[in-house]
């Protein structure tokens, strides 16, 4: 079966970090590009960044540039997102998807993130 | 930057009728656009990719078109299980979802 499972979520201070990351497992990890989508409560979805096949290649939303940073081991068939800086605004359900360059096709359940004093 | 539009935000819809959300780009975006459902918390869903082709295993009922900055997606008879949000999602730029569109049972 074909699975993403997200972890690494909680509860982190403004300013503070987190490192989120996503077990694949029931595909050929190696051969797909891989995003990470957001979804603060009550809102809509927001793509965060996405990661070529063999990590060379990556994007980011302007609203994370500089502050998250995607990445993987295709050896061990995770993806990672470390988010420095956290902001308030940053509180959300984190998902990774699989996919092409262009679309996801399979998702995660979610990660929830959460940044408050 | 590209913004993505959708209508309407919510609609209400008895069980058979045809409904048609439209999504619009800020500027031509060529075929470049993919729809999603999303059921209350779940985990989104491709539905149709590159504005017309329908995700393999997705009912026929679903159906996407349109070109350059005008979109549209179609269910041709609404199924109860078809109560979801719907986001459209550009990729001629990076990628962007739309605002959503919430479908309801009338």
């Known amino acids: 079966e074909v699975q993403l499972v997200e972890s690494g979520g909680g509860l982190v201070q403004p300013g503070g970090s987190l490192r989120l990351s996503c077990a694949a497992s029931g595909f050929t990890f190696s051969s797909y590009w891989m995003h990470w989508v957001r979804q603060a409560p009550g809102k809509g979805l927001v793509w965060v960044s996405r990661?070529?096949?063999?990590?060379?290649?990556?994007s980011y939303a302007d609203s994370v540039k500089g502050r998250f940073t995607i990445s993987r081991d295709n050896a061990k068939n995770t993806l990672y997102l470390q988010m420095n800086s956290l902001r308030a605004e940053d509180t959300a359900v984190y998902y990774c998807a699989r996919g092409d360059a262009n679309n996801m096709d399979v998702w995660g359940k979610g990660t929830t993130v959460t940044v408050s004093s | 930057d590209i913004q993505m539009t959708q209508s309407p935000s919510s609609l209400s819809a008895s069980v058979g009728d045809r409904v048609t959300i439209t999504c619009q780009a800020s500027q031509d975006i060529s075929n470049y656009l993919n729809w999603y459902q999303q059921k209350p918390g779940k985990a989104p869903k491709l539905l149709i990719y590159d504005a017309s082709n329908l995700e393999t295993g997705v009912p026929s009922r679903f159906s996407g078109s349109g070109s350059g900055t005008d979109f549209t997606f179609t269910i041709s008879s609404l199924q109860p299980e078809d109560i979801a949000t719907y986001y459209c999602q550009q990729y001629d730029n990076l990628l962007l979802f739309g605002p959503g569109t919430k479908v309801d049972i009338k």
């Open positions: 990661i070529n096949s063999d990590g060379s290649s990556t």
